[in-house]
């Protein structure tokens, strides 16, 4: 079985500054890694992942994630937040080269960025 | 394509009462799962679906939960005799069934039981 770990529960953060939500996972095989956002009363949206390759992920709003495979850890990073990326950020698993299975998620980080 | 969508978005129901949901998957895609999430946590895998066939039951849906992908298309998910601790916000999410792809969730049903 895989678990993942999301050491912070809430992170608040100037506008414009870095920020880093950290990830650890635990499994005995091989895992593909994901980060989902959530905004208030939605679903969850897919913010990037990883799944074989550079172990550099990046996504389209500036967000990116670096798998590391020695310290089990899937850390989010983005050099200079937005108010607009105030959510919460889960991160997730699940066994590689199966089919699409169940994702296994973290307790979730609330992200708050303060103007 | 508008994606994943749940119906309805927010129930409010007596403990005790029947509740459905529903869930229409992304038209291509062959695997349907539910996830549950209550305040403060991330989502539970419940149970998914390829095609019409139920594949897999968390320990988290007890006999009062039942999931029917009737062919293969959109689901259900059926709670009877709802308790306090039912009150979650159900998610269902759709993908292919290769590989390297990956879940697309809808906005979710919150449930309230009173």
């Known amino acids: 079985a895989q678990s993942v770990t999301q050491l912070d529960s809430q992170v608040p953060v100037f506008e414009e500054a870095p920020v880093e939500l950290r990830c650890n996972y635990s499994s005995s095989v091989s895992v593909y890694l994901f980060w989902y956002v959530q905004y208030p009363n939605q679903g969850l949206q897919l913010l990037l992942k990883?799944?074989?390759?550079?172990?550099l992920v990046e996504s389209i709003n500036g967000f990116e994630a670096e798998f590391n495979k020695s310290q089990t850890s899937f850390h989010l990073r983005k050099p200079s937040v937005h108010i607009s990326d105030t959510a919460e950020y889960f991160c997730?698993?699940?066994?590689?080269?199966?089919?699409?299975?169940?994702?296994?998620f973290g307790t979730g980080t609330r992200l708050t960025i303060i103007p | 394509d508008t994606g994943v969508s749940q119906n309805p978005r927010h129930k409010i129901t007596k403990r005790g009462q029947n509740v459905t949901f529903r869930c229409d998957p992304i038209?291509?895609?062959?695997?349907l799962y539910w996830y549950r999430q209550t305040l403060g946590q991330g989502p539970e895998f419940l149970t998914y679906f390829q095609n019409e066939a139920q594949l897999e039951k968390s320990r988290l849906l007890s006999d009062r939960f039942s999931a029917e992908r009737p062919k293969g298309s959109f689901s259900t998910l059926e709670i009877q005799r709802t308790e306090q601790g039912d009150s979650a916000m159900y998610l269902c999410a759709s993908s292919h069934s290769g590989r390297n792809t990956e879940a697309f969730f809808g906005q979710g049903t919150r449930l309230t039981v009173v």
């Open positions: 990883y799944l074989s390759g550079s172990t």
């Open positions: 997730a698993v699940r066994r590689a080269n199966f089919g699409n299975e169940k994702l296994t």
């Open positions: 038209s291509e895609h062959n695997r």
